[in-house]
Structures are given as C-alpha cells and as structure tokens.
C-alpha cells in the first residue's frame, strides 16, 4: 500500500498536516500510517523551524530551566557562578554572567552555550 504525503508549503499545509497526524497518531511502526506519520512529523517540524523560530532563552530563563530539570537549589549553582552573593545577583539579574562562568555552566550543567550568550536586561 502507498502512501501520498504532500509538502508543506503554507499554514494550511501545516493544519492539514496535523489533523493527518491526529487521525493516525500511535501508528505501529512499519505499517503505513506509521511511516505515514514519520513523515509528516519530519515535515511539520521542518516548516515550523524555518517559518517559526524559537529563539533560545536568556541566559537566566536557561539556567532556571536546568534548575528545575535537575532539581538543583542556588546553593549547587556556587561552583559555577561564585559565592552565595554572587548567584544572587546573576540569578536577580543585577549582574550579568562573566565568561568563565559561562563556560563552567556550559562544561558542568550542560548549558547550551547559544542560551547563556544571549544578551538579557539587567534589573532596574
């Protein structure tokens, strides 16, 4: 059995793509519909990464973010940022991430490097 998967070239591509989807979502692999659903997924994504791009969080939002993946508290942020004064004032966004820092949160928590280079505004 083939299958006919059309390119998405428009917004209405992209719905009609994802109601697709929806019909045939949980598909086993190697059937039809589940290649099928790969294939539109491929698409789909594809679309919205060229037509919607998600820009990386600042630098802040990143760390708080791996923060509350990794259940870790400001305490476990010293080793990359600096004292307990120093995390404070990174993460109150009084003052702004030095390079080193940067690159141990990068090295040490996995931080992509895209969202701790981000430029952000310091509280007033």
């Not at 939002?61 to 404070?88: C, H, W």
Request: proline residues 7%; glycine residues 6%; hydrophobic residues 40%.
């Amino acid at each position: 059995m083939s299958v006919t998967v059309n390119a998405i070239h428009t917004d209405a591509d992209l719905d009609a793509a994802i109601a697709r989807l929806d019909e045939i979502f949980g598909a086993p692999e190697g059937t039809p519909e589940g290649e099928e659903a790969e294939v539109l997924m491929t698409l789909a994504e594809a679309y919205e990464r060229s037509h919607a791009p998600i820009d990386p969080p600042d630098p802040v939002d990143a760390i708080l973010f791996r923060m509350d993946q990794s259940g870790l508290t400001r305490k476990d942020l010293e080793p990359y940022i600096g004292r307990g004064n120093r995390v404070a004032e990174i993460m109150n966004r009084k003052r702004r991430l030095s390079l080193e820092m940067i690159r141990r949160l990068h090295d040490g928590l996995g931080i992509p490097l895209e969202s701790l280079v981000q430029p952000y505004e310091l509280a007033a």
